[in-house]
């Protein structure tokens, strides 16, 4: 089982830029796809990025275009820069990996964006 630990949260202004960060720990990080999810209060998790062990990337309509996940392998961390922030991406937003059909769940990080 690999554990997860998001980090790169905080409060940002409407316009502003994110980084957040998410380590593994257990082996095999450089095979599994990674996703970023968000969840909103009162809404239903949504899937924001996706990049395979091959680093084939993918982004939700939602955030394409403001988003970039990417991957370092030495680290064992996936990234997923954050740019033009809006309030309604204000959210926590969760690291999740999955290989050979077994998920696993970082705790989230808290992103607001406001004035």
């Known amino acids: 089982q690999v554990q997860l630990v998001e980090s790169g949260g905080g409060l940002v202004q409407p316009g502003g830029s994110l980084r957040l960060s998410c380590t593994a720990s257990?082996?095999?990080?450089?095979?599994?796809?990674m996703n970023w999810y968000r969840q909103a209060p009162g809404k239903q998790r949504e899937l924001v990025a996706t990049i395979t062990g091959s680093g084939v990337t993918d982004y939700a309509d939602s955030m394409k275009g403001r988003v970039t996940i990417s991957r370092d392998n030495a680290k064992n961390t996936v990234y997923l820069q954050m740019n033009s922030l809006k309030p309604e991406d204000t959210a926590v937003y969760y690291c999740?990996?999955?290989?050979?059909?077994?998920?696993?769940w970082g705790q989230g990080t808290q992103v607001t964006v406001s004035s």
């Open positions: 999740r990996s999955l290989l050979v059909g077994i998920v696993s």
């Open positions: 257990g082996s095999m990080f450089s095979i599994r796809t």
